[in-house]
């Protein structure tokens, strides 16, 4: 044959789009998100994000070039996307040496030794972010409140995050409807523009919301997982909710709060670690939506999403294996 067929590992993308097209699009609908990172912590948002996107940028042309021995393609964008990910999953007042091992992490560990883009069955930003969170997790549970543009990396004032707040409280015996309703914990104007305590990425709702619309126009995902994902959530907590208000918050908190828009959107759509078939994203999807549940309310940690996306990668082959399409040319009985 003249002709060979050449297979290769995915993402696989059809039409006029390319990988670097792809993550061009995702980094654009992150912008708002960033603007308003750095609207709230100042020139630290900038710092960490440029530290991250930077090494990981570096460490990805490093081990390609001198460890693999391939052609090194960091000129596809993935790894700025990572260092992105990674940054807006992480404390603005983290230190710049923990980011760089973050990096390291999501790169060589979460990536590389799988053999890059395409092969890896979890989202690297999620492996490097857990993966600190259990080796530092008094810097990566130091957070720092909003201060405004002038902010320096040094000089943030540090407290709870929303949904800190609510599990020490009901630790310590107090309801819910007491601390929804303490100075310290912002209501849900603020919690939707961002005005709170968090990571860089998990305090913009509008802003992600604004980021999801344009990743629809393009194309670039689609509705299912991300919609899925927080309806799942939406409902799970409207139950406890209804059952106890006491205990339980109501749904519109836990979705505005903690990193679950950003992890629906924007890491559980993953090209490489999430289902190919429609019917698997919403198993997989409604998987997340539970787990991140489950751990928000009975875990040790306040939050789940990071845990939740990974914990499903780990399914994402056994979707892809049992609930597939046709082949094509294949015979279909119906019963």
């Not at 789009?17 to 100042?42: C, D, E, N, Q, T």
């Not at 992480?90 to 790169?107: D, F, K, Y």
């Not at 979460?110 to 395409?118: C, H, N, P, R, V």
């Not at 939707?192 to 980021?211: P, V």
């Amino acid at each position: 044959m003249d002709q060979k067929l050449i297979v290769s590992p995915s993402p696989h993308i059809s039409g006029d789009y390319s990988i670097r097209k792809l993550m061009m699009h995702v980094v654009i609908a992150l912008i708002p998100a960033f603007l308003v990172s750095v609207w709230f912590f100042g020139y630290a948002a900038i710092l960490v994000t440029a530290v991250s996107v930077a090494s990981c940028v570096l460490f990805e042309y490093i081990i390609q070039r001198f460890v693999m021995k391939v052609k090194p393609t960091i000129d596809d964008g993935s790894a700025v996307v990572t260092g992105v990910l990674l940054a807006f999953n992480v404390p603005a007042n983290l230190p710049v040496w923990i980011i760089i091992l973050g990096a390291l992490v999501a790169i060589g560990i979460a990536k590389m030794s799988f053999g890059g883009l395409g092969n890896n069955p979890f989202n690297p930003a999620l492996v490097a972010r857990v993966f600190l969170l259990i080796s530092f997790p008094v810097q990566m549970t130091t957070w720092p409140l909003p201060k405004g543009f002038d902010t320096k990396y040094a000089d943030a004032i540090t407290g709870a995050t929303p949904l800190g707040i609510l599990k020490e409280g009901i630790r310590n015996g107090s309801s819910v409807i007491d601390l929804l309703h303490t100075p310290a914990m912002p209501d849900y104007q603020q919690l939707f523009i961002g005005n709170m305590g968090g990571s860089l990425g998990e305090i913009a709702a509008g802003a992600l919301l604004l980021g999801f619309i344009y990743l629809l126009w393009k194309r670039v995902i689609t509705w299912h997982i991300p919609v899925t994902i927080v309806f799942t959530v939406a409902v799970f907590t409207s139950v406890l909710w209804l059952i106890n208000p006491n205990r339980y918050a109501d749904p519109l908190f836990h979705v505005l709060t903690g990193g679950l828009l950003l992890g629906a959107i924007y890491m559980a759509t993953d090209y490489v670690t999430s289902p190919m078939t429609v019917r698997g994203m919403i198993i997989y999807a409604i998987g997340i939506g539970i787990v991140t549940v489950v751990i928000r309310v009975w875990g040790a940690y306040p939050e789940g999403v990071s845990f939740a996306i990974l914990f499903m990668n780990a399914f994402v082959p056994l979707i892809n294996r049992y609930i597939k399409p046709g082949r094509f040319g294949e015979e279909v009985h119906h019963a």
